[in-house]
């Protein structure tokens, strides 16, 4: 079982992922999708051997949502996220509620 953390930062146009790999099975990939929105904006690979810390960099192209999923072995483990997520406005109550 693959256990880990990590923290999201902005810094300028851009945001700093920090993780940090405490244990996994083997050796692997991470696999790093940065999506703007609903929309892959990005992608890094980082190749891990050993428990250990581990940073990447990505774009911005404003201040909206973003969010950065990690993999392992095409398994999500983790989820970090900047901005604030356009939601739908919420429902209409029926009449006389």
Known sequence: RSSGTGTLETIGRGAV???MVRRFAEPAYL?????????LFQERS?????????????????????????????????????????LPPPPTPPPGF
Do not use: C, H, M
């Open 46 to 86: 980082i190749w891990v051997e050993r428990p250990g810390t581990f940073e990447a960099q990505f774009e911005r192209l404003d201040d909206g949502y973003y969010r950065l999923i990690v993999l392992l072995q095409n398994s999500p483990i983790l989820q970090l996220e900047v901005g604030t997520p356009l």
């Open 31 to 39: 696999e790093l999708r940065w999506y703007k929105g609903d929309q």
């Open 17 to 19: 992922v920090k993780l």
